[in-house]
């Protein structure tokens, strides 16, 4: 059964560091678009980063450039978010994606595998 298992999400505190993994089995994630979305709550999911099946292309939403960094090990079938410099907006349910027919920003495409997300948490 194909699916996305996210891990790496908690409590932080401003200013702090997590790095979000996404594991897939039962499918090859080095064919796939890798996006990473949030939801924060009583506001619409938004594609966070992105990362083309090659790792030569990403895209990131502006409030996150410079802070996160996107990366992929396709022989490990993983993909992850580096974030840095938290902040408390940060705040929200981060949910991986995968995409095969697609490019970045995976919104404008079908999702085919999500995730079930992980939670993060940025207080003092």
């Known amino acids: 059964q194909a699916q996305l298992v996210e891990s790496g999400g908690g409590l932080v505190q401003p200013g702090g560091s997590l790095t979000l993994s996404c594991a897939a089995s039962?499918?090859?994630?080095?064919?796939?678009?890798i996006a990473w979305f949030r939801r924060a709550p009583g506001t619409e999911r938004e594609e966070v980063s992105c990362?083309?099946?090659?790792?030569?292309?990403?895209y990131y939403e502006n409030s996150v450039k410079g802070r996160f960094t996107i990366f992929r090990d396709n022989t490990k079938n993983t993909a992850n978010l580096q974030m840095n410099n938290l902040k408390p907006e940060d705040t929200a349910i981060y949910y991986c994606?995968?995409?095969?027919?697609?490019?970045?920003?995976?919104?404008?495409?079908?999702?085919?595998?999500w995730g079930k997300g992980t939670q993060v948490t940025v207080s003092a």
């Open positions: 994606a995968a995409v095969i027919r697609g490019s970045c920003p995976a919104a404008d495409y079908n999702i085919d595998h």
């Open positions: 990362i083309n099946s090659s790792g030569g292309n990403t």
């Open positions: 039962g499918f090859s994630l080095g064919y796939y678009v």
